[in-house]
């Protein structure tokens, strides 16, 4: 009922919402044949249903060289991310992986649930890797080796700093920026592109990760790491945990808010980025994520759910970023108006109001000064289309016709 009634608050939803699911369904139906492609492909669908879809804005070659890309970072990460796997043991691993792609028989065992099957049957990614050209292996065997000894590097040490903590996001997604750079210059569908700008694009997504998953980080088993750095979260609490007790709510969330600022500074430069590329379907690859990314900042600013659930924007909202993310004037349109939608959140009295508003008033200034805001429908800050009682009784029918279907399968 909880999807029935979104649809009933935003029926606008519903197309952008029902084209999403057949692009979902047409992916899944693409997945190659060849079993150690198939198994890359389906792997993909399970660690990132939403990576998963995005990528499916590439073109065959790219898509394949981002797709074992990000497999084998994402294999990487679940090595770093096993809290289970001791120090001693953890370190020489995350600084040899580079080498062991090109090791069709090497094979971890570490994490839970599918990211188990990721290192269990790594040998498929490997297989994969080794078929990719030339430029392309380059580019992920270097960027793996560097996030590797930076993984490493972090291991046996806390984001004491705001510094540490962007050379931390850096090692973890500011290279993730930096390689997808190569690869499009590798497939010579992008100009080389400026390295701190591509720092930023991952910069900006991590963050606003490590933001939004506050409270599942903390409470992981067996123990928790956490990357909020102790230079803003100490001007708060005594310890980091503090911030999930309900007699901190009024610290937390501004130390919230001081951290989805600190994440504002990369806005900007991922503007720049975005509006010098070239290529359509890597626009839109790279574009997505951004406005969803902007979109989650807006909803955790000020947001005590932060500390106590899961904070994520609304699934029709994210089909509408899908369907409507096409032109580099959408991106801007969608920066502006989540800009704000966070705008109006900011309380006078919050610490760092003044910094936050001053941030946001930059990025809407980037945003008009591109011209690209005028004659514009919005579909973030109201619903521009008059849809009448037949459309919203037609999404209830067939929700009830889904019903239905579902119940006569469970019964069969």
Same mark, same amino acid.
């Given at each position: 009922?909880?999807?029935?009634?979104?649809?009933?608050?935003?029926?606008?939803?519903? @197309?952008? %919402?029902?084209? %999403?699911?057949?692009?979902?369904?047409?992916?899944?139906?693409?997945?190659?044949?060849?079993?150690?492609?198939?198994?890359? @492909?389906?792997?993909?669908? *399970?660690?990132?249903?939403?990576?998963?879809?995005?990528?499916?804005?590439?073109?065959?070659?790219?898509?394949?060289?981002?797709?074992?890309?990000?497999?084998?970072?994402?294999?990487?990460?679940?090595?770093?991310?096993?809290?289970?796997?001791?120090?001693?043991?953890?370190?020489?691993?995350?600084? &040899?992986?580079?080498?062991?792609?090109?090791?069709?028989?090497?094979?971890?065992?570490?994490?839970? *649930?599918?990211?188990?099957?990721?290192?269990? $049957?790594?040998?498929?990614?490997?297989?994969?890797?080794?078929?990719?050209?030339?430029?392309?292996?380059?580019?992920?065997?270097?960027?793996?080796?560097?996030?590797?000894?930076?993984?490493?590097?972090?291991?046996?040490?806390?984001?004491?700093?705001?510094?540490?903590?962007?050379?931390?996001?850096? @090692?973890?997604?500011?290279?993730?920026?930096?390689?997808?750079?190569?690869?499009?210059? &590798?497939?010579?569908?992008?100009?080389?592109?400026?390295?701190?700008?591509?720092?930023?694009?991952? %910069?900006?997504?991590?963050?606003?990760?490590?933001?939004?998953?506050?409270?599942?980080?903390?409470?992981?088993?067996?123990?928790?790491?956490?990357?909020?750095?102790? $230079?803003?979260?100490?001007?708060?609490?005594?310890?980091?945990?503090?911030?999930?007790?309900?007699?901190?709510?009024?610290?937390?969330?501004?130390?919230?808010?001081?951290?989805?600022?600190?994440?504002?500074?990369?806005?900007?430069?991922?503007?720049?980025?975005?509006?010098?590329?070239?290529?359509?379907?890597?626009?839109?690859?790279?574009?997505?994520? $951004?406005?969803?990314?902007?979109?989650?900042?807006?909803?955790? @600013?000020?947001?005590?759910?932060?500390?106590?659930?899961?904070? *994520?924007?609304?699934?029709?909202?994210? &089909?509408?970023?899908?369907?409507?993310?096409?032109?580099?004037?959408?991106?801007?349109?969608?920066?502006?108006?989540?800009?704000?939608?966070?705008?109006?959140?900011?309380?006078?009295?919050?610490?760092?109001?003044?910094?936050?508003?001053?941030?946001l008033e930059s990025i809407q200034k980037t945003c008009k000064d591109s011209g690209a805001l005028t004659n514009r429908k919005s579909y973030i800050l109201k619903s521009q289309s008059n849809y009448s009682a037949v459309i919203i009784m037609f999404v209830i029918l067939l929700a009830i016709i889904l019903a239905y279907v579902n119940a006569d399968r469970s019964i069969n």
């Open positions: 009922m909880g999807s029935l009634a979104a649809l009933l608050k935003h029926p606008d939803d519903f @197309y952008p %919402l029902l084209k %999403l699911k057949m692009a979902a369904r047409h992916a899944e139906k693409q997945i190659p044949p060849v079993p150690h492609w198939g198994f890359c @492909y389906s792997m993909l669908h *399970k660690v990132s249903r939403s990576f998963a879809l995005v990528i499916q804005q590439l073109g065959p070659e790219l898509r394949d060289a981002v797709c074992i890309f990000y497999l084998v970072l994402r294999a990487l990460d679940t090595v770093e991310d096993d809290t289970s796997i001791p120090n001693d043991v953890k370190v020489p691993i995350l600084e &040899a992986f580079h080498g062991h792609i090109y090791n069709p028989e090497w094979h971890f065992a570490c994490g839970t *649930k599918e990211y188990k099957v990721l290192m269990d $049957q790594f040998h498929h990614v490997s297989t994969a890797f080794l078929e990719l050209g030339e430029g392309y292996k380059e580019v992920i065997e270097d960027i793996t080796k560097r996030m590797g000894e930076g993984m490493a590097d972090f291991i046996c040490k806390e984001v004491e700093t705001a510094d540490d903590y962007d050379k931390y996001c850096h @090692y973890v997604a500011g290279l993730v920026g930096i390689g997808l750079s190569k690869l499009f210059h &590798a497939a010579n569908l992008e100009d080389p592109a400026d390295v701190d700008l591509s720092n930023s694009m991952g %910069l900006f997504l991590q963050k606003i990760n490590i933001i939004r998953d506050y409270l599942e980080d903390i409470n992981e088993i067996p123990k928790s790491r956490m990357f909020w750095p102790r $230079q803003i979260w100490s001007k708060y609490v005594d310890k980091l945990e503090d911030l999930k007790y309900e007699e901190n709510s009024v610290k937390a969330v501004q130390c919230l808010n001081d951290m989805v600022t600190n994440s504002l500074i990369h806005a900007e430069d991922c503007l720049t980025y975005m509006a010098a590329l070239r290529d359509p379907s890597i626009f839109r690859f790279c574009a997505i994520p $951004q406005v969803m990314s902007i979109g989650t900042l807006a909803l955790c @600013y000020n947001n005590i759910e932060v500390f106590r659930g899961v904070v *994520k924007m609304r699934r029709g909202l994210t &089909a509408k970023v899908i369907d409507r993310t096409k032109t580099m004037a959408d991106v801007y349109g969608a920066f502006y108006d989540f800009s704000c939608i966070l705008k109006s959140k900011v309380d006078i009295n919050d610490p760092n109001a003044q910094k936050t508003l001053s941030r």
